[in-house]
């Protein structure tokens, strides 16, 4: 086991750091959705704030603005001046007494406003003059007011005689003002502005308010029990805001602290199991240790950063592609629980964390099980494509849940089409995390598999009885590997270049010799001793070539554990049959390193079985079962298995495929007559 500060202080950093990220200030912890009851005590607000538009009804205020002009007028001082004058030079014959009524009333309509009785044209677009509302101008500041509030001079002449009426009812009010020129008087003083009408059209998506109103501090939002309707919702989500935004917390400070400190703790306890349950020996080697903790870390990291800049741009963080950075180095049983403590963090710093997390989760399973097929070139695409259509469908799965208008969903699914698209962009990172964390990638054991390799020919020209050998071991490991769910890639790595040290001394082995009548054995006129020795060599030979031309760690440890510390049993028992002391015998044993993972089993047992193979002279389904028990046996009885992290229901596997294996190789074949004549 390693050191507690190798395991436990990376662990007690990566806790400060969730620490240092977790939120400040209290957060509006209500759940509730529309057409439901309100589950809580009622809700009273505890500040003022304003009522936030949503997104369709500022949009819908935009298209509108959009296709209604309102006019636009200026309020004449002069024109206005000029009315009150005239009016008070008027001559009314013997109606003379009713000129200061007319001028009073005249200044009161005045007052408000009168524009003249033609409408408002527009000379282009397809855009309609607003017969609601109006622009007035006076002392410099324009305000918006409704069209009844102000008189078109037909409706200024109509007021005034109605007015004066009241107080004259025996005058012919109507017929004295035509005949008096008091009508000719009354002229517009809001004048219409034709350029400011335009200008204030082309900047309408400025005058559209993004509030609604307001709720004032105790005023109650919600009771208990009572439907959360749209409107409610909607003053709701606007609390929300404000009190996620600008309210303080309001308990003590130390409640806080705790509360991050525990969901930290929360989350590196989590962390920390999921490899322990999953895939423990992962504690045994740092790089692959820091590498997790560091993908982790990158993925808290970027959840935070966005959520703080705009959390809407979420929807287009690649998340999946976390998955991509795990699944690349690790077996898909430990992929999947540690990318989903990966997608946490967006339960807790996120307003609509529990959305984002099913939808990258559901991506990102997805992606797990498809990136075997459209992992190379431009199918790599193919993947981000249907990364993108299963992100769209979970988002829309929540929107047609929270029912609303549609305007606005183009914007969230370009955004996760990017994301998508990004995981193509970022996947070739791995190569980075591969050379800084001294990793080895399954794309690179793909590579090191293929028989083209230089050292793999070099092999095949100096040993070609080896790398024969080596084939047909590597055609075992991958039928065992499959039947028992192991690291596949890397048994078929393993087992071409577990055997390279031998072509440092190819004619030591039998499998090089010449079969030639007469030809020379390498080992006649050797003693035992010397022969173990040459034999075990190729051990180190191995590792110093793996060394020379840089293979990986992962592999030069299958070249130290695939003969783990058994004995050469030729040469041992030969030696003991001539009389050699059985107290000195450690010349005949390998001094390599017995297995320790699943993988390096199957490669020691499926390396005897296929050497052995050779000496089979009963093909028969009992001989085959005979002989691979034997095999399986004999590792237990040496020790050879006792560190491995392997099951009996692995070993049982694995034994039924190397005999129905054996089976499949050695079967019969029909022998052809020989043609009469």
Known sequence: MPKFPQKFLPLVIVFAVLVLLMPRTAKFNYDYKKGTPWPYETLISEFDFPILKTEEQIQAEREQAGTIVIPYYRYSEEVTSSVVKNAQSLDLGGFNSLRPSVVTRLSDIYSKG??????????????????????????????????????????????LVALLAKNYPNVNLDSLFRRTGVYEVIVPNLLYDKAMTELTHAESDDYVSPTLGYVKADEKIVSKGEIVTAEIAQILDSYKVEYNQVFGYAGPRIFLYLGNILLALALVVILYLVIYFTSRQVFQH????????????????????????????LFMVPFPVFALYLLAFFRQKMVLPMYMVNLLPLLIFCGNGMELFVMFLTAGVVT???????????????????????????????????????????????LIFVGAMATVALYPLIFLFEKVFNLVS??????????????????????????????????????????????????????????????????????????????????????????ATDIIRHVDDGLAIA??????????????????????AYFLNRYLNEGGDPKDVSAFYYHGQKPTTKEQVILMVCDSIEAASRTLKEFTPEAY????????????????????????????????????????IFHGRVAYPKRNG
């Open 114 to 159: 009168v524009i003249s009785d033609g409408k408002v044209k527009l000379e282009h677009g397809s855009a309609q003059v607003s017969e609601n509302l109006i622009y007035i101008q006076r002392n410099k500041r324009a305000v918006q007011y409704p069209r009844s509030e102000v008189y078109r001079v037909a409706d200024a002449r109509d007021q």
């Open 286 to 313: 740092r790089n692959q240790y820091y590498y997790i903790l560091t993908v982790f870390l990158l993925a808290t990291l970027l959840t935070f950063v966005v959520e703080r800049t705009g959390p809407s741009f």
């Open 368 to 414: 797990i099980e498809t990136f075997g097929y459209f992992s190379k070139g431009w199918r790599q695409f193919l993947n981000a494509a249907i990364i993108f259509a299963v992100e769209v469908l979970v988002y829309l799965g929540f929107r047609f849940i929270d029912v609303g208008s549609t305007a606005t969903w183009w914007v969230d699914i370009a």
């Open 442 to 531: 399954s794309t690179r054991l793909v590579e090191m598999a293929d028989t083209s390799n230089p050292l793999l020919q070099e092999l095949a020209s100096k040993a070609p009885g080896t790398f024969q050998h080596c084939l047909q071991v590597m055609n075992l490991v991958d039928a065992v590997g499959r039947a028992t769910d192991a690291d596949v890639p890397l048994l078929r790595a393993a087992a071409l270049y577990h055997d390279i040290g031998k072509m440092q001394n190819p004619l030591c082995f039998i499998e090089n010799e010449s079969s030639a009548p007469g030809a020379a054995k390498y080992h006649d006129g050797k003693t035992p001793q010397e022969s």
């Open 547 to 568: 060394e020379e031309h840089r293979l990986p760690d992962v592999i030069k440890a299958f070249i130290n554990s695939h003969h783990g510390t058994s004995g050469t």
């Open 625 to 664: 079962d005979r002989f691979v028990e034997s095999i399986v046996a004999g590792k237990e009885k040496a020790g050879q298995l006792e560190d491995a992290d392997i099951t009996i229901h692995d070993l049982t596997l694995m034994k039924r495929m190397l005999k129905t294996y054996l089976q499949q």
